[in-house]
């Protein structure tokens, strides 16, 4: 059996080849399912390229399945699970960033999950993208949750060397994650290159990110994907912070 790439994959290469994509990250734990269709229409409208779905806590469950139901009503983009253990599953959305957390001190958060979850991903239909999750300093909740070994802000070739190994194991995306929340985005430096030694691997950068001048920063250096999690929960106008960021970035 070959894995090809499936079509939310090659929509997310054909955003990145167009400069840079964006997506956005809804927490099912921080809204009403109702209120998440809702975000999701209005970044839609703002020129997101597609819906991430996931929590570190409570994403799960009823909640989890209506949350994507309504986003599914309200928009035609994908929606892509970004799990936190199996319990992050659901069969109504299109993909899952299937994903081992690199830097994690636990097989839970390594291989354990995956293993659970790899026949519900192949029972409910969902396009598994092969991810490497790296956990930055400060880390916020993901990390302490996922017993991250967090990368120093000033080690980017550790997290360089993470990244290589991950496209030496085949996968297909790089996620560098600063912790939702975080005080600043991943460093500038480590984005560049971790880049330089993925090629052809995305790489997504994710946590802090509130502006579009920090996404054009990360863009610029390298990023292919963008996440914006927390400042569009926070948004009183959601279309036009997405707007924002996405103009910034060239689309
Ligand atoms: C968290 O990288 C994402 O997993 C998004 O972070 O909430 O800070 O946008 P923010």
Do not use: W
């Amino acid at each position: 059996m070959t894995f090809e790439r499936g079509r939310v994959e090659l929509l997310l290469a054909r955003a990145a080849e167009r400069g840079a994509g964006h997506l956005t990250l809804i927490d099912p734990d921080s809204q009403s399912p109702d209120q998440a269709g809702a975000i999701a229409r209005a970044a839609a409208d703002g020129g997101t390229d597609a819906i991430m779905v996931g929590g570190s806590v409570g994403a799960a469950g009823v909640l989890l399945h209506q949350t994507v139901a309504r986003i599914k009503e309200q928009t035609d983009l994908p929606v892509i699970l970004f799990p936190s253990s199996v319990a992050g599953l659901c069969e109504n959305a299109d993909a899952v960033f299937f994903m081992s957390l690199l830097n994690s001190r636990s097989p839970s958060y390594l291989i354990e999950n995956q293993a659970l979850g790899a026949p519900l991903v192949l029972r409910y239909g969902l396009e598994p993208i092969p991810m490497a999750y790296i956990i930055i300093e400060p880390g916020g909740t993901v990390g302490y949750v996922g017993d991250a070994r967090l990368i120093p802000r000033k080690k980017p070739e550790l997290a360089a060397a993470y990244a290589l190994a991950a496209k030496f194991m085949g996968m297909r995306l790089v996620y560098l994650e600063a912790g939702s929340g975080a005080d600043a985005p991943v460093p500038l430096a480590m984005v560049s290159l971790v880049k330089r030694l993925l090629g052809d691997v995305l790489l997504i950068a994710g946590g802090g990110i509130r502006d579009g001048a920090a996404a054009a920063e990360l863009a610029a250096a390298g990023a292919d994907l963008i996440v914006t999690g927390t400042a569009v929960e926070k948004s009183q106008d959601v279309k036009g912070f997405v707007s924002q960021i996405t103009s910034a970035i060239g689309r």
